[in-house]
């Protein structure tokens, strides 16, 4: 039984891009298992890293220090911190059962095909260009970054060079209820998916979007609820997955049981980070659902904190089995010289 005895939080700012920053949860039980988790920038939604790690300080040992519980899901519900402490308890769990969480979580999968997300270029000709390295890199399957008057030429150019290529496109809710024709015109270049073209709320022009094209619309859902809306409607016949921006794992393992059902496939993707968030991508996009090619190109792995690195390797993504939990040993003495902030209990 979990037990856990103490717990650090560390606020990272990351040695990359635009330096993101991320926070880290370590759980140590009574027997010096430790379990890790994660929550991003981007993922935090409506609130702020800043609220994150107030509520952490606040209400993360009352919760956790000296609980016991037989399971994540028998801990009180929402945790402090969301799904970064879900997924540090999770690492613990499965770490002190020997099972890998992709198998904990039903996941039966020994690797992944992924895919490499492509954004606007300077010119169409450096767009190949990019395309081009990736394939020589081993990946068969791209997925391109497309808005108003950046959309069909490069998508043309790229069709043009690769015939065969797999491609989606991801719109990131950048076209208007007015603008279905122009975003089904994409249709023609042979996609596989067409990702987020309207407001997450515009369920008409999504399912009328769908009615149109033969690739599958992708919509971005965090709640069951929201995504029970959404296949009713017929708004899309895939979801974007982001199982950070579930509240828990368990929740995420019930959206992928409800696309299943409804016939839905899944596009699993992760935040950036420290590699540890991607790490649980990783395992859930071992799920039999998720029948997409997945996104765990980020963050660099220079950037990375655990080994091995998270990522592909000639355009497939290997499910760690060997080791349990997340399955990737964390450099906390790498972790300690990147925080800005910290606080034990």
């Known amino acids: 039984m979990p037990r856990v005895r103490a717990l650090e939080v560390f606020r990272l700012r990351l040695p990359y891009g635009r330096r993101p920053e991320s926070i880290l949860i370590r759980l140590t039980d009574y027997g010096g298992m430790t379990g890790w988790g994660e929550v991003v920038e981007p993922a935090v939604g409506h609130g702020s890293l800043d609220k994150t790690w107030t509520v952490l300080a606040e209400s993360l040992a009352p919760a956790l220090i000296g609980v016991d519980w037989e399971h994540p899901h028998d801990l009180g519900r929402p945790l402090p911190g969301g799904s970064a402490t879900d997924m540090a308890c999770w690492d613990l769990w499965a770490r002190m059962r020997g099972v890998p969480l992709a198998h904990a979580l039903g996941g039966s999968r020994t690797s992944l095909t992924a895919t490499v997300r492509i954004g606007a270029d300077r010119s169409l000709e450096s767009l190949v260009g990019r395309v081009n390295r990736h394939i020589c890199g081993g990946y068969a399957h791209v997925t391109l970054d497309v808005y108003p008057g950046w959309d069909i030429e490069p998508l043309r150019?790229?069709?043009?060079?690769?015939?065969?290529?797999?491609?989606?496109?991801?719109?990131?809710?950048?076209?208007?209820?007015?603008?279905?024709?122009?975003?089904?015109?994409?249709?023609?270049?042979?996609?596989?998916?067409?990702?987020?073209?309207?407001?997450?709320?515009?369920?008409?022009?999504?399912?009328?979007?769908?009615?149109?094209?033969?690739?599958?619309?992708?919509?971005?859902?965090?709640?069951?609820?929201?995504?029970?809306?959404?296949?009713?409607?017929?708004?899309?016949?895939?979801?974007?997955?982001?199982?950070?921006?579930?509240?828990?794992?368990?929740?995420?393992?019930?959206?992928?049981?409800?696309?299943?059902?409804?016939?839905?496939?899944?596009?699993?993707?992760?935040?950036?980070?420290?590699?540890?968030?991607?790490?649980?991508?990783?395992?859930?996009?071992?799920?039999?659902?998720?029948?997409?090619?997945?996104?765990?190109?980020?963050?660099?792995?220079?950037?990375?904190?655990?080994?091995?690195?998270?990522?592909?390797?000639?355009?497939?993504?290997?499910?760690?089995?060997?080791?349990?939990?997340?399955?990737?040993?964390?450099?906390?003495?790498?972790?300690?010289?990147?925080?800005?902030?910290?606080?034990?209990?």
């Open 157 to 345: 150019a790229v069709r043009l060079a690769y015939p065969g290529l797999a491609i989606s496109v991801d719109a990131q809710c950048a076209y208007g209820e007015a603008e279905i024709e122009q975003v089904a015109a994409l249709d023609a270049y042979r996609l596989t998916a067409i990702e987020r073209p309207f407001a997450p709320a515009d369920h008409i022009s999504h399912a009328e979007l769908q009615e149109r094209v033969a690739a599958s619309v992708a919509v971005e859902a965090h709640t069951v609820p929201d995504l029970t809306e959404l296949t009713a409607a017929h708004a899309g016949r895939a979801l974007l997955l982001k199982p950070q921006g579930f509240a828990s794992l368990q929740e995420v393992r019930r959206a992928h049981d409800h696309c299943v059902a409804s016939g839905w496939d899944i596009v699993c993707s992760g935040g950036q980070g420290t590699g540890l968030a991607r790490a649980a991508t990783v395992a859930v996009a071992g799920l039999p659902g998720c029948t997409l090619p997945c996104d765990v190109t980020q963050p660099p792995r220079s950037a990375q904190i655990v080994t091995p690195a998270v990522g592909a390797s000639g355009g497939v993504v290997a499910v760690p089995l060997t080791q349990p939990g997340l399955g990737h040993l964390v450099d906390e003495d790498r972790v300690r010289r990147l925080a800005k902030d910290s606080f034990a209990m």
